[in-house]
């Protein structure tokens, strides 16, 4: 093993060693974003999340979609309504967006009661998040991103006015941390060459370059080799002993196409690190900086100045910690809601 990549593992375990083995006694407040349209792992994220606070481990302040059609905020409002949250305030992208094809939220949308009714009557995400930002104590907000960072784009964009400080400003003040599903972290150091696909950043690749250049405050990833399809984790299967009423329930059996089934669990494993932290399902790296190309390929620097990290599989002898990690997240998921 040459000295650096010696170096790379020391950093890495001291990190893990000193980092809190448990999470926070006072509830973490949480903005949500989600595309809620591609992948059922949207609606996983959201349930956990839900479950979580359920438990007074987090406050959900406000959730947004990164996409322009409206099913898909009518289906995050579906879920926090079926978990007993239906004023959580909701923002959607305006402007320039992504729009694709959903298996599951035109359906959603039409079996379950909601209010997003117009998006006229629906404000922007990123205007929302600078309000509720603004009304919170200094750096004690997480952003979770599990799709598109075009309302970070936008929010950070936001200038200053008589009434507000600047997005970039209200975020360097009250956010502690960014959670971001997304990148690929292969090697030591590691680096994207996109084989693993990365959709979360390619699909608004200005506005992913800009957030993980500009974002200030500190970033972990929760990257596809860890958490999404080619880490080899799933659950969701277990969602059919669930309420035939549970959305997130129906979320995944229209994108089975029949019964619910599982599927991997990168959204879910984003949204359970940025509440609980480090605990014995996953390592943290060492800090450092990701070198961004324009195409979101990207090689990676160590250096403990940097202000961003990302998860690391745990030794996974015989795949004894992916099953503890689907156990984890499963119990979770399928959380029966507070009455």
């Given at each position: 093993m ?76 579906v ?44 404000p ?62 292969i ?19 200005d ?107 745990k ?17 979770l ?7």
């Amino acid at each position: 093993m040459n000295d650096r990549r010696a170096l790379i593992l020391i950093l890495s375990l001291a990190w893990s060693i000193l980092a809190p083995p448990t999470w926070a006694a006072v509830p973490v407040k949480v903005i949500f974003d989600t595309d809620m349209e591609t992948d059922c792992d949207d609606g996983g994220a959201l349930a956990i999340l839900h479950s979580l606070a359920d438990l007074g481990e987090c406050q959900i302040i406000a959730c947004g979609t990164s996409v322009l059609t409206l099913d898909a905020l009518a289906t995050v409002d579906v879920i926090n309504r079926y978990r007993g949250r239906p004023g959580i305030p909701l923002g959607q992208v305006k402007g320039q967006g992504v729009r694709l094809t959903s298996k599951f939220s035109r359906q959603i949308a039409t079996e379950f009661p909601h209010r997003v009714k117009s998006a006229s009557e629906i404000p922007d995400a990123a205007h929302l998040y600078r309000d509720v930002l603004a009304e919170q104590p200094d750096h004690s907000v997480t952003m979770i991103t599990v799709g598109y960072l075009t309302n970070l784009k936008n929010l950070l964009a936001l200038p200053a006015t008589d009434q507000h400080a600047s997005g970039i400003d209200i975020v360097r003040a009250k956010v502690s941390q960014y959670v971001c599903m997304g990148g690929n972290f292969i090697g030591y150091p590691p680096k994207d060459d996109l084989a693993l696909g990365n959709v979360n950043f390619c699909r608004d690749a200005d506005s992913a370059f800009d957030v993980l250049n500009q974002w200030p405050t500190e970033i972990v990833f929760a990257g596809r080799e860890v958490c999404s399809v080619p880490s080899g984790v799933r659950i969701g299967e277990s969602l059919r002993h669930t309420p035939a009423d549970n959305p997130v329930r129906r979320v995944y059996e229209l994108y089975s196409g029949g019964q619910a089934s599982n599927r991997h669990v990168a959204d879910l494993a984003a949204v359970y690190y940025a509440i609980r932290g480090i605990t014995d399902c996953w390592d943290l790296s060492a800090p450092g900086k990701m070198q961004l190309q324009k195409d979101l390929q990207f090689e990676w620097a160590f250096t403990p100045q940097g202000k961003q990290r990302y998860l690391l599989k745990k030794p996974n002898k015989n795949g004894q910690n992916d099953r503890h990690v689907e156990a984890t997240l499963d119990k979770l998921l399928i959380k029966p809601k507070a009455e």
